[in-house]
């Protein structure tokens, strides 16, 4: 099964490297929580991996870099896991429910940071559930235009 790393780390794009300083607010690295998902997916779960800090995310604030798991991926030989997708405060705002008291195993989200920064990735700025979705459509269309055998 192919990891959904990729998926969503130079998705969207913005210029600029990150500094490593968290900010302080409700969210800190290494909470997990429960959020809004979508139908279908219902008890998955996000981890905040690392927040990040930089001026060229004035407007949208610190970079919540987060993975997901638990997600559904009808007829797609994934294993329902983002490794890395980074958000915007006001996204998480939008999801999340509760912190999760979950002990869920994630996967190991520096790679596709790593990625991200090399990418120089911008942010989620929609839902969780929508960049979820977005993640699914784009694998979608890379499938349909991976010639078989690859």
Same mark, same amino acid.
């Given at each position: /099964?192919?990891? !959904?790393?990729?998926?969503?780390?130079?998705?969207? /794009?913005?210029?600029?490297? /990150?500094?490593?300083?968290?900010?302080? &607010?409700?969210?800190?690295?290494? %909470? =997990?929580?429960?959020?809004?998902?979508?139908?279908?997916?219902?008890?998955?779960?996000?981890? @905040?991996?690392? @927040?990040?800090?930089?001026? %060229?995310? *004035? #407007?949208?604030?610190? =970079?919540?870099?987060?993975? @997901?798991?638990?997600?559904?991926?009808?007829? !797609?030989? =994934?294993?329902?896991?983002?490794?890395?997708?980074?958000?915007?405060?006001?996204? !998480?705002?939008?999801?999340? *429910?509760?912190?999760?008291?979950? #002990?869920?195993?994630?996967? &190991?989200?520096?790679?596709? @940071?790593?990625?991200?920064? #090399?990418?120089?990735?911008?942010?989620?700025?929609? *839902?969780?559930?929508?960049?979820?979705?977005?993640?699914?459509?784009?694998?979608? #269309?890379? /499938?349909? *235009?991976?010639?078989?055998?690859?």
């Amino acid at each position: /099964m192919r990891h !959904l790393g990729l998926a969503c780390f130079g998705l969207v /794009m913005a210029a600029g490297a /990150m500094a490593a300083t968290p900010t302080v &607010d409700r969210y800190a690295e290494g %909470q =997990v929580w429960e959020y809004q998902t979508r139908p279908g997916d219902q008890g998955s779960l996000l981890k @905040i991996q690392k @927040i990040e800090v930089s001026p %060229q995310f *004035t #407007k949208s604030g610190p =970079v919540y870099h987060v993975s @997901i798991i638990g997600i559904h991926f009808d007829g !797609l030989p =994934v294993n329902g896991t983002l490794q890395h997708a980074p958000f915007s405060r006001a996204s !998480l705002d939008a999801s999340v *429910t509760k912190l999760s008291a979950s #002990k869920a195993e994630f996967p &190991d989200a520096n790679g596709g @940071i790593a990625e991200w920064r #090399k990418a120089q990735g911008g942010v989620f700025t929609v *839902t969780v559930a929508e960049a979820v979705s977005f993640a699914e459509q784009t694998m979608r #269309k890379q /499938m349909s *235009t991976t010639p078989s055998g690859s």
